[in-house]
């Protein structure tokens, strides 16, 4: 274990998982699943000269074995001849895939803007009877790669490399120097952070809308084109299906169909875009989006008067931060095609509780 930088964090994304490791050094880095070695795909050349990977594989293995073996060789010298390595370190982990089909406990987490003391015990409610963690965008502006490193310790240190987590992009998650990188350490498609997920009984879509301004907003000088990326998540939901037999989740850091609640003009944006958005997501029959974003916690319905669009999926917006900054978050337990919301605090309070048919 002396060899890694935090506990691992084991991704959900499509079918498969990404586990993101951080080590101490530089070196090669793999991860063992039933006697099978995983690397980071780099076309064929294993990467030695970064302290991190994340590496995918099919969750079929893992859930199969329930463990995985990460293994390390610290970099000496790497060069086109006769590279040197330390010899190998490996560390193993327990994991938990999700086999129930009702019952399941769901922990959502955002907006954590670096208060990570806070989060950790918020994310804590349900204790060891924990299923998956959504942690959803907002977690910090990223300056530096030690700032990537923050938010996958909190990761780690939340699901102990043992719970699968959801893992999305928020609108301060694409700021700051190292913003462009964000795809090389957290989970994507390529370079695309919209996807789809299916973890044991929960199927569901990420949605990333990028910033919350429109891309010629002068606090961007130019830096963005969120324009054509909605565009794209748009194609991209049309060709949508929704698992049978499966709880359908959307998952989006800002609302696209509640849009700013106060309809300040300069955060009100992309509205035609938005609305096929959520045409899609109606043809796709999802049964609740969760977002974070406002700050504050609230549930919108069909009717809601905050609704920029009627929507038939219930709009749970699961996070906020408390007077004294403190993090709140929002457990679900979705059985018998209900789920119990319940917003809770650092001490594990229930702030409110609400039942939805879904
Ligand atoms: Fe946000």
């Not at 994340?54 to 995985?68: D, F, G, H, M, V």
């Not at 949508?240 to 609302?255: P, W």
């Not at 549930?299 to 009627?310: G, H, P, Q, T, Y």
């Not at 917006?317 to 650092?346: H, P, R, W, Y």
């Amino acid at each position: 274990m002396n060899f890694l930088k935090c506990t691992p964090t084991v991704f959900v994304i499509e079918n498969d998982y990404e586990i993101l490791i951080n080590t101490i050094s530089c070196g090669i880095i793999s991860v063992n699943v039933n006697g099978k070695t995983y690397y980071e795909e780099n076309s064929g050349v294993l990467s030695s000269e970064k302290s991190f990977a994340k590496i995918r594989l099919p969750q079929t293995e893992l859930n199969k074995a329930k463990s995985y073996e990460i293994c390390f060789r610290k970099c000496i010298k790497r060069q086109a001849y006769f590279s040197k390595f330390d010899e190998k370190l490996c560390a193993t982990f327990s994991f938990s895939p999700i086999n129930k089909t009702e019952n399941i406990n769901v922990y959502h987490v955002a907006d954590v803007h670096y208060n990570f003391n806070s989060a950790i015990k918020t994310c804590s409610y349900f204790k060891n009877d924990i299923d998956l963690f959504i942690v959803n965008g907002d977690i910090g502006e990223v300056e530096t790669e030690e700032n990537y490193f923050e938010v996958a310790r909190f990761t780690g240190e939340i699901s102990h490399g043992q719970i699968p987590v959801v893992f999305a992009r928020g609108n301060h998650d694409t700021r700051g120097k190292l913003a462009e990188k964000f795809t090389d350490y957290f989970p994507a498609n390529g370079k695309d952070t919209f996807f789809t997920f299916n973890v044991g009984a929960i199927s569901g879509v990420v949605l990333d809308c990028g910033e919350d301004k429109l891309d010629s907003h002068p606090e961007y000088n130019n830096v963005n084109d969120f324009s054509s990326f909605r565009q794209k998540q748009l194609k991209f939901l049309s060709n949508l299906n929704k698992s049978e037999n499966k709880y359908f989740i959307a998952v989006c850091h800002m609302c696209p169909v509640i849009g700013d609640i106060e309809r300040r003009e300069v955060f009100t944006i992309e509205t035609n875009t938005y609305k096929k958005w959520n045409d899609e997501l109606i043809r796709i029959g999802v049964d609740l989006m969760i977002c974070g974003h406002y700050h504050k916690t609230f549930i919108a319905e069909n009717n809601d008067a905050k609704n920029l669009f009627s929507h038939p999926y219930p709009v749970i917006v699961g996070s906020a931060l408390d007077d004294k900054n403190k993090v709140i978050g929002c457990a679900m337990v979705l059985q018998n095609n209900t789920v119990e919301i319940s917003f809770t605090d650092e001490n594990n309070s229930v702030l409110e509780i609400k039942f939805l048919k879904i």
